[in-house]
């Protein structure tokens, strides 16, 4: 978190180093199944956005990694290029990847993305598992008053 990022409320920390090498071993899983594509490998966000485009997420083969890579893909944009921060959420006594803003009220837990509340309503239709988290980063980018890139 930058340094003049206020003290987290009780119900949120940083990720561990622990938290973040599991993250990290998402995007190497995500690289390893997507090989033929290394041109996206140095981000995982753009990387699971051509796997959709390419229509992997109907693929028995691949809707798992990109239903547990789209949201931290997601997160690792945001973080790069918006200012978000990542952080651990409780949620009844549960720890869940979530990422932060100055300008939102209230965190972003990643695996609240695919119930489709950061899509546009003709979206919501997407079954594939990430999809919808996938295609927050507009709405979330505005929100924040950010420009989306591509």
Known sequence: MGES????PENMRTLTAAERAAVDNVFVRLREHFSQWPEYHGDP????????????????????ILGEASPLAL??????RHG????MV???????HAVTHP???A?????DLDDGSWVEEQER??????VRANNSYEQIVQRVGGTPES
Request: aromatic share 18%; glycine share 10%; net charge negative.
């Open 75 to 80: 997160a690792f944009r945001l973080e790069r």
């Open 84 to 87: 978000f921060d990542w952080v």
């Open 125 to 130: 239709f997407e079954n594939a598992p990430g």
């Open 5 to 8: 990022s206020p003290p987290l």
């Open 90 to 96: 409780n949620r009844d006594g549960a720890w869940l």
């Open 103 to 105: 300008k939102l009220d």
């Open 107 to 111: 965190p972003i837990v990643l695996g």
């Open 45 to 64: 966000f753009a990387l699971v956005w051509f796997a959709f485009y390419e229509g992997c997420g109907d693929s028995d083969c691949c809707r798992t």
